[in-house]
């Protein structure tokens, strides 16, 4: 949950690397680990909750935050579809 609240705080910014003022990317292990979270956090809902933090970001100018919460937001929709092994 902290991981998280790190990443609402920053703006969608957190453990990001900046590229360019409002842009920046964020490692694959950090969006898996906000992925998950999202999904302990919300359910069935988490894909939803996390594209409405990408909305929340664009609507901000927040590029890099609106990128990187679409990109957990499509994770957690191929997790939730990955069958269990």
């Known amino acids: ?3 998280l609240e790190q ?3 920053y703006d969608g910014n957190a453990l990001c690397l900046p590229i360019r003022p409002n842009i920046s990317i964020m490692n ?3 969006i ?3 992925a998950v979270q ?6 069935r809902e988490a894909e939803l909750a996390a ?3 990408a909305d929340a970001m664009l609507s901000r100018g ?5 990128h990187t919460w679409t990109r957990i937001a499509t994770l957690i929709n191929d997790l939730e ?3 269990d092994v």
């Open 1 to 3: 949950m902290q991981f």
């Open 28 to 30: 694959e292990s950090a």
């Open 62 to 66: 927040n590029v890099g935050g609106f």
């Open 32 to 34: 898996r680990q906000a």
């Open 7 to 9: 990443i609402l705080r």
């Open 51 to 53: 594209a409405r933090q």
């Open 38 to 43: 999202m999904m302990k956090l919300h359910g």
């Open 81 to 83: 579809r990955k069958p």
